[in-house]
């Protein structure tokens, strides 16, 4: 029988709980000090951010030309939990949530009218358009996946072939050795847990703005604390069922849909848009990304744009950073079988490849449209309260089937983030018992307890955080923030362990 795990589980809920719920008595001045705890943070430590994130993507390039990238997970013996197509539809459905689904048409929006001063940009220009849409490739492709990859194979490795427990600890045995269990152990569990807490409940508040803009757009219900809050529960709800199903049942069968989904969508938007000019400028675009693929990664660190940054690139890597310890669990648990060099194709190289080709057909979309002034231009939405979250769905209306594909759209937002909260659900249970093996569940009420959290914190942010165009944005840049800084520090410990790894690959043989 599972047994809590009270030092890893009690101290992270108990102060995020707290703060949700004070948050419901006094939303200003909660909101005021968590900014400014924040503001302090990425004044002192962006440049770290920005030159971490760039080398854990470039470390995850090093592994695999290196020997460790022949080394296969689980041993010599080892076979696979999944198929390649489940464990690419697993994979891609829980690190995308919703994510790409919200910023994907909204984000190029406030680029393409507001690019960085030092570039010399003048806004809704060519050069303002192609510096959108490659910063998109910038936020939502390589660098974001090889964090998650770089910590999904540490652990994956760990567990696997030396032998380590399921617990974030194991991420920092290659350094810490024995160590990295016990109280240490515990302490990294318990901080973990914050961090993907936040993490979390930033990405459930962009669900809840989609399907907030969407339920507005579609229904006429107007954007309110209680819709809000409805919204969010219904999310919940559903995610804690798929989760109590079980580690792959629910899970392989919400992933399978959605990325058909995820291509069906894709492919009418190709058809539907501009597809000359989709294809044109997106290339044009990836060009870009790549010739200033070093300058762009460390915007504000190299350049003057510490604002820009700290809004946009900075919030990014701290979203997916808030993400990473607890998925790179799952994603290290879901790869046995597989080699590193596999894993590093499954969970960076065709992940990034899906997301460039969706910012080549939604965020190219969207300037289009925007700069081709057809009707009132997207932007005018992006202004009004809650507007970011309802630009997709003005897209749609644009093209054929307008009533159909929104509410399909919708549908997609809902099991996006329920796929992608399931699977971390379940490993922030597992690591919360002791006694919790590969093959055993941990108890349904630690889903439980998780998923009320998640959804409490996530309604206060967007609810209370923010004014005029971004409402509700505030609270996911904050949360985003606050979850990151933790999991930078852990994962600046991972990935001097993976150097370790590289230059003693023998260990695994």
Sequence with gaps: MSTLRHRVFWPPYLVLIGVGLYSLFNPDEMIGTITALNSGMMDQFGWLFSLGALFFFLLCLAVYVSPLGKVRIGGAEARPLLTRWRWFAITLCTTIATGILFWGTAEPLFHLHNPPPSLGISPTSHEAALFAVSTMYMHWSLIPYGIYTLAGVTFALCHYNLRQPFSLGSLLFPVLGRRAHGSLGNFIDAICLFCLVAGMSASLGAGILILSGGLGQLAGIPYSITSLGLIALGIIVTFVASAA?????????????????????????????????????????????????????????????????????????????????????????????????????????????????????????????????????????????????????????????????????????????????????????????????????????????????????????????????????????????????????????????????????????
């Design 245 to 509: 199903s079980g580690l792959l049942r629910g899970i392989r069968i919400l992933s399978e849909i959605n990325i058909i989904i995820f291509i069906i969508l894709a492919v009418f938007m190709f058809i539907a848009g501009p597809t000359a000019y989709l294809v044109t400028f997106g290339m044009e675009a990836l060009g870009e990304y790549f010739i200033h693929f070093f300058e762009r990664s460390l915007i504000g660190t190299v350049t003057s744009d510490t604002d820009w940054a700290k809004n946009w690139t900075l919030f990014n890597w701290t979203n997916w950073l808030a993400w990473t310890p607890v998925t790179a669990l799952f994603l290290g648990r879901i790869s046995v079988g597989y080699t590193v060099r596999e894993f590093i194709h499954f969970n960076l190289l065709f992940p990034a490849l899906f997301a460039c080709v969706w910012i080549m057909v939604f965020s190219v979309s969207s300037v289009q449209l925007d700069m081709a002034g057809e009707g009132s231009p997207l932007y005018q939405v992006v202004s009004r309260e809650g507007g970011a979250s309802q630009v997709i769905f003005e897209i749609l209306a644009r093209l054929p089937l307008a009533q159909l594909t929104s509410f399909v759209f919708l549908g997609t937002a809902f099991l996006s983030y329920v796929t992608a909260a399931d699977s971390n659900t379940a490993a922030m249970s597992g690591i919360s018992v002791v006694n919790n093996s590969d093959e055993k569940e941990p108890p349904l009420v630690i889903k439980v307890a998780w998923g009320i959290l998640i959804g409490l914190v996530a309604w206060v942010m967007v609810s209370f955080a923010g004014t005029g165009e971004n409402k509700g944005l505030d609270g996911i840049r904050i949360l985003s923030n606050l979850g990151g800084f933790p999991a930078l520090v852990l994962m600046l410990g991972v990935a001097w362990g993976v150097v370790k790894l590289m230059l003693n690959p023998d260990q695994f043989r």
